[in-house]
T-cell receptor, first 113, second 112 residues
Framework: DQQVKQNSPSLSVQEGRISILNCDYTNSMFDYFLWYKKYPAEGPTFLISISSIKDKNEDGRFTVFLNKSAKHLSLHIVPSQPGDSAVYFCAASGVSGTYKYIFGTGTRLKVLA | DSGVTQTPKHLITATGQRVTLRCSPRSGDLSVYWYQQSLDQGLQFLIQYYNGEERAKGNILERFSAQQFPDLHSELNLSSLELGDSALYFC???????????FGQGTRLTVV
């Protein structure tokens, strides 16, 4: 039962353009959502998060949008840079109940120079 | 540097053997999580400890066990190893608010 889904295994974007990574979840108990970036042979690095009481959170070039009614979140990277090329995981947790972080299967982003 | 330390970085062992993976959380973090990543797949949640007590359990095999010690470091024990247990094992820790978790560099386990 995949509670957090990233339906696009890969995405290619031109440098300077916007990258949009999508994530869907099924469990309405989730109330905190996170994005992680992962390079090969390294651990995931925390990027940005959003609480379910918000619909948008911005940090520099990274913005996360949450649509609770659709159970959907997205990560926007503007402008995209070659160094952003990595695998991006979304994760969800129910900090008010269950505490484990459930991860999606990841989207491999390639930013073309 | 996330502040989470995992040892060893690499481990090669034979089928049927037992290994122990170690994790030191970030200073002050009470929660430790263990994840398994096989063949560039997603991160599968195994188990979480909070201040020495088991808090949540995922799809952890009965051959696997974990514990968190009074100094808050954690160990993941994998026994009767099979070829399919070859994977990256990540440890993460989070603070009292349990918002974002920070990951270690992982232990790559190869079972031959």
């Amino acid at each position: 039962d995949q509670q957090v889904k990233q339906n696009s295994p890969s995405l290619s974007v031109q440098e300077g353009r916007i990258s949009i990574l999508n994530c869907d979840y099924t469990n309405s108990m989730f109330d905190y959502f996170l994005w992680y970036k992962k390079y090969p042979a390294e651990g995931p690095t925390f990027l940005i998060s959003i609480s379910s009481i918000k619909d948008k959170n911005e940090d520099g070039r990274f913005t996360v949008f949450l649509n609770k009614s659709a159970k959907h979140l997205s990560l926007h990277i503007v402008p995209s840079q070659p160094g952003d090329s990595a695998v991006y995981f979304c994760a969800a947790s129910g900090v008010s109940g269950t505490y484990k972080y459930i991860f999606g299967t990841g989207t491999r982003l390639k930013v073309l120079a | 540097d996330s502040g989470v330390t995992q040892t060893p970085k690499h481990l090669i062992t034979a089928t049927g053997q037992r290994v122990t993976l170690r994790c030191s959380p970030r200073s002050g973090d009470l929660s430790v999580y263990w994840y398994q990543q096989s063949l560039d797949q997603g991160l599968q949640f195994l188990i979480q400890y909070y201040n020495g007590e088991e808090r949540a359990k995922g799809n952890i095999l009965e051959r696997f066990s974990a514990q968190q010690f009074p100094d808050l470091h954690s160990e993941l024990n994998l026994s009767s190893l099979e070829l399919g247990d070859s994977a990256l094992y990540f440890c993460a820790s989070s603070g009292r608010r349990m918002t974002e978790a920070f990951f270690g560099q992982g232990t790559r386990l190869t079972v031959v």
